[in-house]
């Protein structure tokens, strides 16, 4: 049986909303996640030899950024010879591939906004296996689109705004870094705009970036969470916020100051909306209020 799409690592954060969303618009498609090991060249074939999918989308990962300092190899064998599998897969199916990266591709030491051809320098193991994930696609077909996106969150999983929300409630005060900067990215429109790159029927492959728009600080957008959530009577103004160098907020992984990323590409060549994060965050913060979404 042939389906239009195949969407793999359905049950994480992203995945949960691509499934959504292609449930909703009626997209033919099947779906899989640890069941269809990405590391595992056979088991995706034989899935693939099964479902005939004319798209991959890949929204699997191993995640855990501070972890995979300890798990060096489980990392690379999922980020990047799972997802050079799910190339080749694709190249012998003549299926063309979506495939998400990250912002810590990069080293954060760039002033403004990274583009799409900037070189890589990742800082840790997380974003290493990433980039060479990166790197093993594009040798293994022509047919793929990189969206690279940073400062993911949504309602299926762990994320920063769950946390904040958490704290806000079991804390009089907390610390939160504000030198380092980026743009928050609502798992729905990036939901939407991996659907807008398949209908697009769009052959510019290559590299892309997508986040919300805008650039805040990790302790600026707290900040907003919480007057948002407090707008909309989830949270009360208990706990007080405060700024925090880097260095005053250690974790085993080093991350980029500097993750914001230039969204002129996939505007200008896909065609693909950007709305700001501070909108995406309104939409979150209603979902869980219970109230109808804005747009
Ligand atoms: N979250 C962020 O802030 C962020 C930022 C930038 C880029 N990204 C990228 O965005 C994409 C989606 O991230 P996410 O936060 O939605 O990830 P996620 O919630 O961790 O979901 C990843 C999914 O892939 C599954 N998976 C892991 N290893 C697998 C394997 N070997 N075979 C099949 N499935 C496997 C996971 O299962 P288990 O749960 O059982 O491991 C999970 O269901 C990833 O490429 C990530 O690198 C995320």
Known sequence: M???????????????????????RKIPFVATD????????????????AHEPAWLINCSAYTAVDKAEDESELAFRINASGVENIGKVAAENGARVIHISTDYVFDGEKPGAYREDDPVNPLGVYGRSKAEGEG????????FFIVRTAW?????????????????????????????????????DLAGAIARIMVSDSTAYGT???TNEGRTSWYRFA???????????????????????TEQYPTKARRPKNSFLSKE??????????????????DYISELAGEPKAH
């Not at 389906?3 to 909303?17: F, K, N, P, Y």
């Not at 595992?40 to 074939?45: E, I, P, V």
């Not at 949504?154 to 907390?174: C, K, P, Q």
Request: glycine fraction near 8%; charged fraction near 30%; aromatic fraction near 8%.
């Open 208 to 210: 892309y970036h997508f």
């Open 2 to 24: 042939s389906a239009a799409v195949w969407l793999i690592g359905s049950r994480g954060m992203l995945g949960s909303e691509v499934e959504a969303l292609l449930a909703d």
């Open 265 to 282: 590409k996939i505007r200008t060549d896909l065609g693909v909306d950007v709305r700001p994060w501070e909108a995406g965050l309104r």
């Open 152 to 188: 993911l969150y949504g309602t299926h999983g762990a994320n920063f705004v769950a946390t904040m929300l958490r704290l806000f409630r079991e804390r009089d005060s907390i610390g939160v870094v504000d030198d380092q900067w980026g743009s928050p990215t609502y798992a729905p």
């Open 34 to 49: 640890r069941e269809c090991d990405i590391t595992d060249l056979d088991a995706l074939r034989s899935f693939a030899a």
């Open 223 to 245: 900040c907003e969470i919480q007057r948002e959530a407090r707008a909309a009577g989830l949270v009360d103004d208990r706990c007080r916020i405060d700024p925090l160098s």
């Open 136 to 143: 093993r696609l594009k040798a293994a077909t022509d047919r």
